[in-house]
């Protein structure tokens, strides 16, 4: 079984679409994330959930915006994508959010903006 | 602001060779640290942590890094590089101030392993 799931691993779009990205996590853990990896594979956070609660919103435009229906999911949702959204998403979640704990990271979702 | 570098974006080792891997943070008070990997086309796994209790830690496959506050430095080190440790990785860091983690990450280093 995997621990942190996420799907489509590719996408492929274009420019002025909407899209999600679907993430589930069968850790029982309370806390979920979203992290953007650049072509350059510098990564950076976008949000966290605890408990279905927003925790962390990094600077990320509005038109990206994450929902968490119940604590094992966190799907992310972009609207009117844009050339330069284009990169690898990655869920991750930890047991209860510390800062000492451990992130498990799902194996990603390539996004292409053409 | 917590910062983390790794000096060299790109590491080659022979195998069987020394594997060290250098990063840096910048903070007045030691934050929690991590190494993680990322093999190809994967999520990040983690490698080790320091949290506060031995300054040497060891983590998995071999690896392990140093905890070295006048430094404040957190280096990998293995002994012996195998053709399957050819990854990125990334150093990590989490301030101990916080209520829920913000993990800042390294740019990363990718470590490539001669024959």
């Known amino acids: 079984d995997t621990a942190v799931s996420q799907t489509p691993k590719y996408l492929v779009t274009q420019m002025g679409n909407d899209k999600s990205i679907k993430c589930e996590q069968n850790l029982g853990h309370d806390t979920m994330y979203w992290y953007k990896q650049d072509s350059k594979k510098f990564l950076k956070i976008m949000f966290s959930y605890n408990n279905k609660e927003l925790i962390i919103n990094e600077t990320v435009p509005n038109r990206f915006s994450p929902k968490s229906p119940d604590k094992a999911h966190l799907n992310l949702h972009i609207n009117s994508l844009e050339l330069g959204d284009s990169a690898v998403y990655f869920c991750?979640?930890?047991?209860?959010?510390?800062?000492?704990?451990?992130?498990?990271f799902g194996s990603g979702t390539q996004l292409s903006v053409l | 602001a917590q910062s983390v570098t790794q000096l060299g974006s790109h590491v080659s080792v022979s195998e069987g060779a020394l594997v060290l891997l250098r990063c840096n943070y910048s903070s007045s008070v030691p934050p929690y640290l991590f190494w993680y990997v990322q093999y190809p086309n994967q999520g990040l796994q983690l490698l080790l942590k320091?949290?506060?209790?031995?300054?040497l830690v060891k983590g998995i496959n071999g690896f392990e890094a140093e905890f070295k506050k006048s430094e404040t430095s957190f280096h990998l080190t293995k002994p012996s590089a195998h053709m399957s440790d050819a990854a990125e990785y990334f150093c990590?860091?989490?301030?101990?101030?916080?209520?829920?983690?913000?993990?800042?990450f390294g740019p990363g280093t990718s470590l490539s392993v001669i024959p």
């Open positions: 990590a860091v989490s301030d101990r101030g916080t209520s829920y983690d913000k993990v800042i």
């Open positions: 320091y949290t506060s209790a031995a300054t």
């Open positions: 991750a979640s930890s047991r209860n959010g510390q800062p000492n704990e451990k992130l498990f």
